[in-house]
């Protein structure tokens, strides 16, 4: 039995979207079977103002046990400074943030705005949005570097935008069950569990990654080739297990097609989207991709390459992915 | 006379950040006003990006329609950059949507608005215990099941676009993917399945065809009675239930409706264009207002931020859109109370509801070709107009 309250700042609700998608164990499993109690939450939670107030102002003080915090989107401190870009039940939602995490065992960002800022926190981040413990890669954020919560552990970041269900689900089970001693963190305060693997990992055109041959038109229905050399498919520099967990049950970006774009990274989204960086393999001489695989060696990824290009198979150079 | 001022904040379960206050006469709402709460500056963050930016930022706008804003922002593109789509990739983009739109209805019925029917407030009705069996929040038997199953029409979305929420596969010229035979059939078991287990089933306890053959109020309330299988099912359970409570005699709105349609005919849409875009709607856009039907011109809309928290007060055009956002504390001295703006059509200056409710009045015409379509109409006599959130 673990309690959870659950708010909202500078988000969008994708995360919420994709946590109702849950399946094994889904949202009504871990409320009925896994005796998770939902305190409040902003888009399934029967209390309305007043009520909902004193609910809050009960977390905040500690009156009322509140296991884990989950906040979903960024912390907004604009204009200013002063949080009143994101006003909630009469304070700026930062305020009630400093409080709530205060109070919780445990403290969890989902999604990369609770993160790391994510898209409100683009250039040039209008509402001065941040994440709870890291803005981008530079860890600090809200909360600041030392913040740790009841329970002695950082803010524990699932990223994503948005994250998949299980990566949501599975940590709050595993919390909720007294598994915290099961969870490593890595230096992002990612659980490693997921986030130690690739996109890459488990991605069905990886046998064309392997071979050099790439996808060439791209939307054509991608029958064929890998994305990473012109398409900007961030696979091999992401963490991820989007090719072993699957979304939907059904598959992922780049099985259906679509180039990584590296959203658990802090980085997302990449380049700041600035004018030709998107769905292009950003290269130097217009030839040699600018970022490798992570781990690689730019001259011993050359020789490789050239290697693999001349042992690739002619089915590496057909259509695969038919009707 | 007793007057009464009401600050509900926040108001939950708007998939937005809103907060509401009413004053309250004699029993009766004589004045509310909404107020947006929250504001993040996408078209701040769009300028100066790559200009199919937008397929990546727009859906992050919103987490249940975030496919919507896709969907708007690659036929955007389509038309700035005069594309041609391919017939399957105008058909994969409807299907894809339509997928979006069907798990949005019982996630949102069940999920964020029929568990207010288990307030307290109605436990006089004799209906009312078994409201609370079926819809009550995390435990009601219809909340479960719908809840859950709301996952299943966005397993065809991650089918054709790797993902949901929050896909790209919409670009400029058509769709990254192309299905293969699997992904057809599989799609299309998908959605027979959520038809038999859910929609027809429980939901309307009626076939689909049946449903739609109801064109009047009339109609709805004979089709309540006309078998034990409607009069059961959660919208015959719904429809008798909120007569009973009284729905239908507050929380009406002003009765002007607005939608700009969607789904296209792949034929009609090759190239898209602004001017051609209403001929080719499947669902057909339109407005009506004042008992009359009208043509929706995008030419005509104007967004007026004098109530709002940004510099100015001239009604403008959204191609002429201006977002200089201000701090509220000095923006409320200024008479302005929240970070939506209005949006109205200009030649008659009216208000119209863009709700979701809006799509069945305003659209109400043949589509582009008559064609069989899948489409549940719910007739919410619902609330208070004030549901309405931020982003839809």
Redesign the interface.
């Known amino acids: 039995m673990a309690s959870v309250l659950w708010l909202q700042g500078g988000a969008c609700s994708g995360n919420t979207m994709s946590f109702l998608n849950a399946d094994e164990p889904n949202v009504v499993d871990l409320i009925v079977d896994f005796g998770l109690e939902v305190i409040w939450h902003p888009s399934l939670g029967m209390e309305l103002g007043n009520q909902a107030q004193k609910i809050f102002k009960d977390c905040a003080s500690g009156a009322r046990k509140m296991d884990i915090f989950v906040f979903e989107g960024s912390v907004i401190e604009g204009p200013d400074g002063s949080g009143r870009m994101d006003m909630f039940a009469d304070r700026p939602m930062k305020d009630w943030v400093v409080e709530l995490a205060a109070q919780a065992d445990v403290v969890v960002a989902i999604g990369d705005c609770a993160c790391w800022g994510g898209i409100p926190a683009m250039e040039p981040n209008p509402s001065s949005s941040t994440g709870l413990q890291f803005h981008k890669r530079a860890k600090g954020g809200f909360l600041g570097p030392n913040f740790t919560s009841k329970a002695g552990l950082p803010v524990i970041n699932i990223p994503g935008c948005p994250a998949h269900p299980d990566w949501i689900t599975q940590i709050i089970v595993a919390l909720a069950t007294g598994r915290l001693g099961d969870i490593t963190l890595d230096d992002l305060h990612r659980p490693e569990t997921f986030f130690k693997t690739f996109t890459q990992t488990g991605c069905t055109r990886v046998q064309f990654y392997e071979y050099k041959q790439s996808t060439m038109s791209f939307g054509e229905g991608t029958r064929t080739g890998c994305l990473f050399y012109e398409f900007g498919c961030r696979g091999p520099m992401t963490h991820s297990p989007c090719n072993r967990i699957l979304w939907n049950r059904q598959s992922s970006k780049t099985r259906a097609g679509q180039p990584c774009y590296g959203c658990t990274e802090p980085e997302f989204p990449h380049f700041d989207l600035a004018p030709g960086t998107l769905f292009k393999t950003q290269k130097v001489a217009g030839v040699i991709p600018k970022e490798t695989g992570t781990g690689t060696k730019k001259l011993s990824y050359l020789a490789a390459s050239a290697a693999a290009k001349l042992a690739a198979p002619d089915w590496s150079k057909e259509d695969m992915f038919v009707v | 006379m007793t007057s009464m001022d009401?600050?509900?904040?926040?108001?939950?379960?708007v998939?937005g950040?809103l907060?509401v206050r009413v004053t309250i006469e004699d029993g009766v709402v004589t004045s509310a006003w909404t107020e947006a709460?929250?504001?993040?500056?996408f078209e701040?963050?769009l300028r100066?990006?790559?200009?199919?930016?937008g397929?990546?930022?727009c859906?992050?706008?919103?987490?249940?329609c975030?496919g919507s804003h896709l969907y708007k922002s690659a036929y955007a593109l389509d038309t700035a950059w005069k594309t041609t789509m391919p017939s399957n990739a105008t058909l994969v983009r409807n299907i894809a949507q339509a997928c979006e739109t069907i798990q949005s209805i019982p996630?949102y019925f069940y999920?964020?608005f029929a568990?207010d029917l288990v307030n307290k407030n109605y436990a006089k009705s004799k209906l009312y215990d078994e409201a609370v069996r079926r819809f009550a929040?995390?435990?009601g038997t219809s909340y479960?099941k719908g809840?859950?199953l709301?996952?299943k029409p966005?397993?065809v979305?991650?089918?054709?676009?790797?993902?949901?929420?929050?896909?790209?596969?919409m670009?400029p010229?058509?769709?990254?993917?192309?299905?293969?035979?699997s992904d057809v059939t599989?799609s299309i078991a998908i959605l027979e399945n959520f038809k038999d287990n859910w929609l027809e089933s429980d939901f309307l306890g009626c076939s689909i065809d049946r449903w739609l053959a109801n064109k009047t109020w009339e109609d709805v309330l004979a089709w309540v009675d006309e078998n034990e299988s409607q009069y059961n099912s959660d919208l015959g359970f719904f429809i008798r239930y909120s007569l009973d409570i009284g729905l239908d005699k507050y929380g009406k709105g002003v009765g002007n409706y607005i939608s700009t349609g969607t789904y296209f005919d792949p034929s009609l849409y090759r190239n898209p264009t602004i001017e051609g875009r209403n001929a080719a709607l499947i669902g057909r856009g339109g407005i009506y207002a004042e008992g009359n039907w009208y043509e929706f011109d995008q030419a005509n809309v104007r967004e007026d931020v004098t109530h709002s928290f940004y510099e100015g007060s001239r009604p403008l055009h959204p191609f002429e859109g201006e977002t200089i956002?201000i701090?509220?504390?000095k923006a409320k001295k200024q008479g302005k109370y929240s970070?939506a703006s209005r949006r109205a059509t200009r030649s008659r200056g009216w208000v119209t509801c863009r709700w979701r409710p809006a799509r069945w009045p305003a659209g109400w015409r043949p589509p582009a070709r008559t064609r069989h379509r899948t489409r549940t109409t719910i007739r919410c006599s619902s609330t208070s107009s004030t549901r309405s959130g931020r982003r839809c």
Do not use: N
Request: net charge negative.
């Open positions: 009401l600050h509900v904040s926040p108001l939950g379960r998939e950040d907060d709460a929250m504001f993040r500056g701040i963050i100066g990006k790559d200009p199919q930016a397929l990546i930022v859906p992050r706008i919103c987490g249940i975030g996630r999920a964020l568990i929040p995390y435990v479960q809840v859950v709301s996952q966005v397993e979305y991650a089918i054709f676009g790797g993902q949901w929420p929050h896909s790209s596969f670009v010229g058509g769709v990254m993917g192309a299905a293969t035979l599989r956002p701090d509220p504390e970070w």
